[in-house]
């Protein structure tokens, strides 16, 4: 079945620094989506990229999608404590309509 | 107004037991799932209902029975629990069902612990 995998699995940062998480699909993806859980809490949505290629900012948060549209990258420029949480990626296969496949997730930890 | 809610937050019952998780969303959507995310935080869907209807069924022990009275809401019940069924239960639900779109809404999970 597909799989979707994020590297690092764990990464600590001091404030200010930046910090990028990579996804990899063993499939070709539809779109991908990002989430964010705060420790605690549940998955947030944060963004969906669809087109091959697509880059997508929200303030200090860079979003792309590959050209193979099998991988995708998450940027996070000068962390702020308020970034801690682990980030997933999850892709929506070609050829399944409803289904997320959630990747394994990377956890931020940002200290002053 | 909490969009997506799910009773109860914490859970704690011996192996064997039979338990219920509910889920309600108040945001009009036409799809909810249920996932289950472990200990090493991988979360791994379960089911998914579009307006009642299951269309995901995943490799998950019939032990796990998901029903949807109407579109807002999606209960989980749990038969025989075993000790591996402790994960916290999420419920989400999305507008859409097609690929383009679907952001999905979560739940603020359910702490299931099997002792």
């Known amino acids: 079945g597909q799989q979707v995998m994020q590297i690092p699995q764990y990464q600590h940062v001091q404030e200010g620094e930046d910090f990028t998480t990579y996804c990899n699909s063993s499939?070709?993806?539809?779109?991908i989506q990002w989430y964010k859980q705060r420790p605690g809490g549940h998955p947030v949505f944060l963004i969906q990229?669809?087109?091959?290629?697509e880059v997508k900012k929200q303030k200090r948060l860079t979003f792309q999608f590959g050209e193979a549209k099998k991988n995708s990258s998450l940027h996070i420029t000068a962390t702020q404590t308020t970034d801690v949480g682990t980030y997933f990626c999850?892709?929506?296969?070609?050829?399944?309509?409803?289904?997320?496949?959630f990747g394994t997730g990377t956890r931020l930890q940002v200290t002053l | 107004d909490t969009a997506v809610s799910q009773t109860p937050k914490y859970l704690v019952t011996q192996m064997g037991n039979d338990k219920s998780i509910k889920c309600e969303q108040n945001?009009?959507?036409?799809?909810m799932y249920w996932y289950k995310q472990d200990s090493k935080k991988f979360l791994k869907i379960m089911f998914s209902?579009?307006?009642?209807?299951?269309?995901i069924n995943e490799t998950v022990p019939n032990r796990f029975s998901p029903k949807s009275p109407d579109k807002a809401h999606l209960n989980l019940h749990i038969n025989s629990l075993e000790l591996g069924d402790s994960a916290v239960y999420f419920c989400?639900?999305?507008?859409?069902?097609?690929?383009?779109?679907?952001?999905?809404?979560f739940g603020p999970g359910t702490r299931l612990t099997v002792t």
């Open positions: 499939t070709t993806l539809s779109n």
């Open positions: 209902y579009n307006n009642k209807e299951l269309i």
């Open positions: 999850a892709g929506r296969n070609t050829g399944t309509a409803s289904k997320l496949t």
């Open positions: 945001l009009g959507h036409d799809t």
């Open positions: 989400a639900s999305s507008r859409y069902v097609d690929r383009a779109l679907g952001e999905q809404y």
């Open positions: 990229l669809v087109k091959s290629g």
